[in-house]
C-alpha cells in the first residue's frame, strides 16, 4: 500500500473552512484514500473515502486531484469539537484486510 | 450509523487473569478486526474474522486469542494477562469487498497491574 505524507500540525479558526492536504504520490489504480479522525481517548472515527472523483457526504467533502498524487480533506465548517487528529490512508481493495497503516497523521487544532 | 460497541472503556486486570473483551457491531458485517493502539507504535492488528467461525491472526496475535460465534459479536481473549498488553484496545468491522471502510469502537483501555 502506497505511504502518505501530511502535515504535522494546522489551525482554523472557528466558523472557517479546514482544508487538510495529503500526499501519496505513489498511489495506485485500484488503492482508496480513506480519510479518519481520533479525537484523544476515542476510537477513529471514518469520514470520507474515495478512488478516483471528489466525495462529498454530511461530515466533509475529499477532493482528489486527476493524478492521484495528492487529496485534500475539507471540513466546510470547522467547529470546535473538529479538534482531532485526522489521518489520510492508501489502501487497496482487492488488498489484504490488515493492510490499514495508520502513520502520524495532523492534529487540526480549531481556535475560537 | 454503524454502531460498533465495545463492552467496557475502562478496565483494570491482574497478571495472570483471563481476559475477555467484548465487540458487537448492528450492520451486518462480515469482516471484524481487533487492533491495540500504543503510542508511537500506532494501530497494530492482532487478530481479524471474514465471517462467522473464521479467524485470521494480524501482526501481533501472540498471547491472545479470539472467538466469533455469530455474526455480531467478536471477543478478544487475553489468555493471561501481562503487564505488557497495558493497552488502548480498539475493535473495528466492514463490510465485505469493494473498497468499503473500517468502522471503529470506541476503544477499551486496558490496564494489567
Known amino acids: 500500500d502506497a505511504k502518505t505524507t501530511q502535515p504535522t500540525s494546522m489551525d482554523c479558526a472557528e466558523g472557517r473552512a479546514a482544508n487538510l492536504p495529503c500526499n501519496h504520490s505513489?498511489?495506485?489504480?485500484?488503492?482508496?484514500v480513506y480519510w479518519y479522525r481520533q479525537i484523544h481517548s476515542q476510537g477513529p472515527q471514518y469520514i470520507i473515502h474515495?478512488?478516483?472523483n471528489n466525495e462529498t457526504n454530511e461530515m466533509a467533502s475529499l477532493i482528489i486531484t486527476e493524478d492521484r498524487k495528492s487529496s485534500t480533506l475539507i471540513l466546510p465548517h470547522a467547529t470546535l469539537r473538529d479538534t482531532a487528529v485526522y489521518y489520510c490512508?492508501?489502501?487497496?481493495?482487492?488488498?489484504?484486510?490488515?493492510?490499514?497503516?495508520f502513520g502520524t497523521g495532523t492534529l487540526l487544532a480549531v481556535q475560537p | 450509523d454503524v454502531k460498533v460497541t465495545q463492552s467496557s472503556r475502562y478496565l483494570v486486570k491482574r497478571t495472570g487473569e483471563k481476559v475477555f473483551l467484548e465487540c458487537v457491531q448492528d450492520?451486518?458485517?462480515?469482516?471484524m478486526f481487533w487492533y491495540r493502539q500504543d503510542p508511537g507504535l500506532g494501530l497494530r492488528l492482532i487478530y481479524f474474522?471474514?465471517?462467522?467461525?473464521?479467524?485470521e491472526k494480524g501482526d501481533i496475535p501472540e498471547g491472545y486469542s479470539v472467538s466469533r460465534e455469530k455474526k455480531e459479536r467478536f471477543s478478544l481473549i487475553l489468555e493471561s494477562a501481562s503487564t505488557n498488553q497495558t493497552s488502548m484496545y480498539l475493535c473495528?468491522?466492514?463490510?465485505?469487498?469493494?473498497?468499503?471502510?473500517?468502522?471503529f469502537g470506541n476503544g477499551t483501555r486496558l490496564t494489567v497491574t
Open positions: 450492520m451486518d458485517h462480515e469482516n
Open positions: 490512508i492508501v489502501r487497496s481493495y482487492g488488498g489484504a484486510t490488515n493492510k490499514l497503516i
Open positions: 505513489t498511489i495506485s489504480g485500484n488503492e482508496y
Open positions: 474474522s471474514y465471517d462467522v467461525k473464521m479467524k
Open positions: 473495528a468491522s466492514r463490510m465485505y469487498g469493494g473498497g468499503s471502510p473500517l468502522h
Open positions: 474515495g478512488l478516483k
